[in-house]
């Protein structure tokens, strides 16, 4: 089993979905967790059950994350937000947002966290991407920008932390039961026209050759596996939890 006793995890987006997965799985191995989301209320309530701490920060406000320092050992960039629309109906300050929570504000954490990193000689950055984040999808261009932008900060992460100890990889899942997809289900009835009931089938699961969502806990899994030991020579690396998607 992986044993991260005496490391300090920060994970974004931690209350709930994918990132609330990721902290219980490292508070398992021993990890001390930092849940950090902007529902303070829920980031107390899962960090006092792990026995961590949490950090209540809106991070879509970079300009305050600007001289942030972290003393971490992980790193888990979550964090995110969904917005569907036509180009030409998307909302400029919509999409600016986006891209401020999901690509700027990692860039923030990880210039944060890799002073103490590079001086200890190990890191992990574990950026939550996306199937998006390889794949495109109608309707999604802030989401799909922010995704394919994660993938190449990621990328260049590995290349400056690895002859320092630190590893920097994106996991790529499709579509996680989640509140976050939850939320998608109106929207994309009235974008495709079609019922709320046929979304699942009709456009979440359309490309995919396992027809079923993501489990959250299936993500924290493979999380936990990057963050360990045995995952020091995977780096740069985009790991598709996808159901086949991308083999398309």
């Known amino acids: 089993m992986t044993d991260l006793s005496g490391q300090r995890a920060l994970v974004t987006g931690g209350a709930s979905g994918i990132g609330a997965a990721c902290a219980s799985a490292f508070a398992a191995a021993g990890a001390h967790v930092i849940v950090a989301d902007l529902n303070g209320d829920a980031a107390n309530e899962l960090a006092g059950k792990l026995g961590g701490e949490a950090w209540q920060v809106d991070l879509s ?6 001289d942030l320092t972290l003393d971490v050992d992980i790193l888990v960039n979550n964090a ?3 917005h569907v629309s036509p180009i030409e109906d998307f909302d400029p300050e919509r ?9 700027e504000s990692p860039f923030l954490l990880i210039r944060a966290a890799l002073p103490k990193m590079y001086e200890r000689g190990h890191g992990r950055i574990i950026n939550i991407s996306s199937a998006h984040g390889l794949r495109a999808s109608a ?8 995704k394919h932008g994660l993938e190449g900060l990621s990328k260049v ?13 994106c996991i790529n ?18 974008i495709h026209g079609i019922p709320e009931s046929d979304v699942v089938e009709k456009v979440m699961l359309a490309e995919i050759a396992i027809k079923r969502l993501v489990e959250p806990g ?4 493979l999380a ?11 780096t740069g690396a985009s790991y598709t939890m996808d159901g086949g998607w991308t083999a398309r």
């Open 95 to 103: 999409f600016s947002f986006i891209l401020r929570l999901m690509l």
């Open 173 to 190: 899942p499709s579509y996680v039961r989640t509140p976050l997809v939850e939320k998608q289900i109106a929207d994309q009835a009235r």
């Open 139 to 146: 309707f999604k261009s802030a989401y799909v920008a922010a």
């Open 157 to 169: 992460t590995a290349l400056e932390g690895g002859p320092h100890g630190v590893t920097s990889n």
């Open 218 to 221: 299936e993500v924290g899994d």
């Open 80 to 82: 995110g937000v969904q």
């Open 224 to 234: 936990l596996w990057l963050a360990g030991g045995t995952a020091g020579m995977v």
């Open 61 to 66: 406000d970079t300009r305050a994350l600007a």
